[in-house]
């Protein structure tokens, strides 16, 4: 070094230094654990579960809060990381979506019947065929039932202790991811569907959303396992 010279800091940082890169300079085992958890959502197939993710990773790794932090990470990015039925994936950006219309396969539209009975059972559920005709004021054919079984929106989830003991039907996780749900309570209340021009400003005294739940009711019982797969393939008449 010439007696004019400057000496250069050794230890100065960067100008710019990405947040992803700040945590795993200030804390490598976090960073780590960071990128093992990246590495498991962006290969997994489906939406994964914490337990899931917690058995991947080191027994010391804080898998609520690595995934908060990763949350956080992509939340300005093109990919997104969402909670969907209680499991963790990564999603395109919700505003990017256009993006992608073409390259997407078209599904079949649902028919008025479908879609009406989809969103009884998702908001009256557990509920009955004959509970389902009743609230529609029409018949329920086997096949718009049939339908939303192999869409795996709706599934038989138990027998009401009724005489007849019929099925009881309720949503399926497939049906809150499908929708970006994390669970039946984010089903739209009565404000967002008047928002959404659903439901008449002018309401009847009386009217209110019914509060859907996934456990079982007083007079509910539970499938077993025969019964379940007698029911799935085909659907019997209740």
Do not use: C
């Not at 994964?48 to 609520?64: F, K, S």
């Not at 086997?142 to 038989?156: A, C, H, N, S, Y």
């Not at 929708?179 to 209110?208: N, T, V």
């Amino acid at each position: 070094m010439q007696p004019d010279e400057e000496p250069i800091e050794q230890d100065e940082a960067p100008e710019a230094i990405s947040e992803t890169a700040d945590v795993a300079v200030l804390f490598p085992e976090t960073g780590m654990h960071l990128r093992m958890l990246e590495a498991l959502l962006f290969a997994a197939a489906e939406p994964l579960d914490e337990g899931t993710l917690a058995a991947r990773l080191p027994r010391e790794a804080d898998v609520p809060q690595l995934l908060v932090r990763l949350q956080s990470l992509y939340e300005p990015r093109g990919v997104n990381l969402v909670k969907v039925s209680g499991k963790w994936a990564l999603r395109t950006a919700s505003d990017l979506a256009f993006m992608l219309r073409k390259e997407t396969v078209e599904q079949k539209r649902l028919s008025r019947a479908g879609i009406e009975t989809l969103a009884i059972v998702a908001y009256h559920q557990p509920v009955t065929r004959a509970e389902i005709e009743d609230i529609r004021g029409v018949g329920v054919s086997k096949g718009t039932l049939d339908l939303l079984l192999e869409i795996g929106w709706v599934r038989p989830r138990g027998r009401r202790r009724t005489p007849g003991r019929p099925v009881t039907y309720g949503t399926t996780d497939a049906f809150l991811q499908h929708f970006g749900m994390d669970r039946l309570a984010d089903l739209p209340g009565i404000e967002e569907l008047k928002l959404a021009g659903l439901l008449d400003s002018a309401i009847p005294a009386g009217f209110g959303v019914p509060s859907p739940s996934d456990a079982l009711a007083p007079d509910e019982d539970p499938l077993d396992e025969a019964d379940a797969a007698e029911l799935l393939a085909p659907l019997d008449e209740d």
